[in-house]
């Protein structure tokens, strides 16, 4: 069997060959064809089958790396895909572990674009509800823009030839290549935290598709989105369009147009306030003259006042009567009233009630009397009996009696058992009249 059999694999041993092989042997392969069997569990990883006419290959993408790419797998497209094969140890599957993935076909920037713009539209990022409007005459506002462009120069040319007062905050990004997106995306977020900007201008030149796709991203349409100052987009020429144009509250072809549409020119306010104040000056002479005329019309209607005076005297005197009349047949009526209670009072005599009510007070005095007597005597012989209790417990009368308390020198411990004495100790006895030093000389025992 050894010679027959020189080397026998375990199965885990013989995969872990086979991936070992396979990994070494195509650490970076590109392969083609066509999505099926996808599948995005909870995980958030594609995992789906790469097919042509004859053969099959599983594939994953893991979460890492879609989340970062434009173009997402889809079934029944055909893709490139770039990545290495590694074998799966469980069930002996090898298949392809993907990095990068692309449509095959039509250009891979312009699916992207209308897929990504496809799908903020149903997310609502376009809605015109969304859109601020701009304001009227911004006091301060921010350029988010290469500050080496011609975009940033005709600019500030334009806005400082149509209201030069106007302050301009100029953000520099890198507005094409690696890292572009993020940084405008910085810029935005960072600005939205100054509470004293009115605009912000997103500002590039023109360009080709890949160098505008920065503005494409769809981390920068989420910025713009998200952004509570109004947002100005002004990308490229006329011609181009972005992701960014769509997402903004207002477009500009061009970044001479942005500066047009953020500020009027000043001669031109002038002007229109000026017409404002003619017409406000007119309107309100007109005003006048007719509140005038008609002051005067009411004027004509207005009835002779020493008319209207005398009637009102007459009035006055009429209800003067009334008042006296009323007042009159009110006093009478009070004056009945009290002669009626006085006779009402007669008949209540008040000295049958204070002789009544002094009986009653007497007879209530000589029981409080009694009461107060015999709780006081009770008081009494209780003290008294307390007082001679007391008085037996009184260590003084004990002593007066003839006894004596010896405590021990120095720590006063009153001695109760001459065993806890010893002879040549000192001792103080206290007396009824006083107290002797005394040191025992011989200790006498009382035997029971």
């Not at 000589?366 to 260590?395: C, D, I, K, M, V």
Request: hydrophobic share 40%; glycine share 6%.
């Amino acid at each position: 069997m050894a010679e027959e059999y020189p080397q026998i694999y375990t199965v885990t041993g013989l995969t872990q060959q086979i991936k070992s092989r396979l990994e070494t042997n195509f650490p970076r392969v590109w392969v083609s064809g066509e999505v099926s069997n996808l599948r995005r569990p909870a995980s958030g990883h594609y995992y789906f089958t790469l097919k042509d006419e004859a053969s099959q290959l599983r594939a994953v993408l893991f979460r890492g790396n879609h989340q970062y790419l434009r173009h997402k797998p889809s079934d029944g497209r055909q893709v490139v895909c770039r990545g290495r094969i590694s074998v799966y140890e469980p069930r002996g599957e090898y298949q392809l572990l993907v990095d990068y993935l692309e449509p095959l076909g039509i250009g891979a920037l312009a699916q992207a674009f209308e897929e990504l713009k496809r799908r903020l539209a149903a997310e609502g990022l376009f809605d015109p509800a969304h859109k601020q409007p701009l304001p009227f005459l911004p006091r301060r506002l921010a350029v988010v823009t290469s500050p080496t462009g011609a975009a940033i120069r005709d600019f500030l040319q334009i806005l400082n030839r149509r209201f030069p007062t106007v302050e301009v905050l100029i953000c520099p990004v890198k507005v094409q290549g690696t890292g572009a997106a993020a940084e405008i995306v910085q810029a935005l977020d960072l600005l939205n935290t100054l509470s004293d900007l009115d605009v912000l201008v997103l500002a590039r030149g023109g360009g080709s598709l890949e160098d505008l796709w920065a503005f494409n991203e769809e981390a920068v349409a989420q910025a713009i989105f998200r952004s509570r100052i109004p947002v100005i987009s002004a990308i490229g020429h006329e011609i181009d369009f972005t992701i960014a144009d769509l997402v903004a509250d207002v477009r500009a072809p061009t970044p001479s147009a942005a500066a047009e549409l953020v500020v009027q020119r000043k001669e031109e306010l002038a002007l229109t306030l000026q017409r404002l104040a003619t017409t406000l000056q007119r309107r309100f002479q007109a005003l006048v003259q007719g509140r005038r005329e008609r002051l005067g019309h009411l004027s004509q209607r207005l009835p002779d006042p020493r008319r209207r005076l005398a009637d009102l005297r007459l009035r006055v005197d009429d209800r003067l009567e009334q008042l006296q009349r009323g007042w009159q047949a009110q006093l009478r009526a009070r004056q009945h009233r009290l002669q009626l209670a006085q006779a009402n009072l007669r008949l209540m005599s008040p000295r049958r009630a204070a002789v009544s009510g002094r009986q009653l007070v007497e007879q209530q005095a000589a029981r409080l009397y009694r009461w107060l007597g015999t709780r006081l005597a009770s008081q009494r012989l209780q003290l008294q009996h307390f007082q001679e209790r007391l008085q037996s417990l009184n260590p003084q009368a004990i002593l007066d009696r003839g006894y004596a308390i010896a405590t021990t020198l120095p720590d006063q411990e009153v001695v109760r058992d001459v065993q806890r004495v010893q002879v040549g100790a000192a001792l103080r006895v206290r007396v009824a009249r006083g107290s002797m030093d005394c040191e025992i000389q011989k200790i006498n025992k009382i035997l029971n």
